[in-house]
């Protein structure tokens, strides 16, 4: 099956000759958020995001432009088909673990996890996964997130944190870093009685590598443990990033349906105004069951 999706980090050297050369042939150039440019030619659709830099290949044509164009003429080198020479670690057996809702002021924390070996690693990279941060569309995070789950071989693992519980939890962890890790580790334990012969666990770098290693002892989960950052170039760590968005997504539409407000993402003006909106409703004791309230968010919210 072709690649439908490619992607690759790029030095900032890289990403002027791609530049060139999609000027060059006749790609049409336009504005995407968090791009230092985004073009496309047919239904081939190219962006090198400003975070990396990193390219984005996507549409029907992907594989043909990554081997005759990205690869010789941008990367020097041939990637696409020969992961495992350049990755192998990511074709052994291991946990990848991410979450998402940690920046936002609305909804919860959720911590996903998920085994792969070789077989499935291969699997879930015909079927396009990749990053959750990178997908806009929620209909797209639940296509894949259903892709992931029915792929064999694949164990998955979804620790979710309700906004009540999360305000408890940081009110006893006194931080979010120890709460995230709680998180991590309860996610690996879980997978970790399913498949206690896997050897290694990978999330991305915390702020202090020694809180999520502690959390691991107190589950009493002997297990490797690498923290590096950018972690979700990982399948494994990319389809724990899916699995976790969805259920956040799921949440906030969920809760915006029954509280009768749009709850955005985020912490912005937007968020600030929904939490006027929300309070107006149903009362100061909503923030408890809807929001991080640790989040400086809350006091802009109730300072009338």
């Known amino acids: 099956m072709p690649a439908a999706s490619y992607t690759f980090a790029l ?4 990403a002027e000759v791609l ?6 042939d006749g790609f049409e150039f336009s504005e995407k958020p968090y791009t230092l440019f985004a073009a496309k030619k047919g239904k081939l659709n190219v962006s090198v995001y400003e975070k990396g830099p990193k390219v984005l290949v996507q549409g029907k044509e ?3 432009f990554v081997k005759f164009t990205l690869e010789p003429e941008v990367l020097g080198e041939a990637r696409l088909g020969y992961e495992e020479v350049h990755q192998p670690d990511m074709f052994e057996p291991h946990f990848g673990i991410d979450e998402s809702g940690k920046g936002d002021y609305f909804g919860p924390l959720v911590i996903a996890g998920v085994y792969t070996d070789a077989t499935s690693t291969r699997a879930l990279m015909d079927a396009g996964i990749m990053d959750s941060k990178r997908i806009s569309s929620a209909k797209r995070i639940r296509t894949l997130a259903k892709q992931i789950r029915e792929t064999p071989g ?16 940081h009110t006893s962890f006194g931080n979010v870093n120890r709460l995230l890790a709680w ?6 334990a879980r997978l970790h009685e399913q498949r206690p012969d896997c050897p290694r666990a990978l999330s991305d770098q915390f702020a202090q590598p020694t809180v999520l290693q502690r959390a691991l002892k107190q ?7 690498d923290q590096r950052t950018k972690a979700e170039s990982d399948v494994a ?16 539409d969920k809760t915006s349906a029954a509280c009768g407000v749009t709850l955005p993402l985020g912490a912005s003006d937007a968020v600030i105004e929904a939490g006027k909106q929300l309070v107006e409703r149903h009362g100061p004791a909503a923030l408890d069951r809807a929001a991080k309230k640790h989040f400086r968010t809350t006091g802009r919210i109730l300072e009338d």
């Open 11 to 14: 030095t900032t050297q890289q």
């Open 19 to 24: 530049r060139a050369v999609l000027e060059r």
């Open 62 to 64: 992907t594989e043909d």
């Open 154 to 169: 694949i164990i998955e693992s979804v620790v979710a944190i309700g906004p009540e519980r999360y305000n408890e939890l």
């Open 183 to 188: 998180g991590h580790a309860r996610a690996i």
């Open 219 to 225: 589950q009493k989960i002997d297990i490797q443990l």
């Open 237 to 252: 760590v990319a389809a724990a990033s899916i699995l976790a968005r969805e259920r956040f997504v799921d949440w906030m």
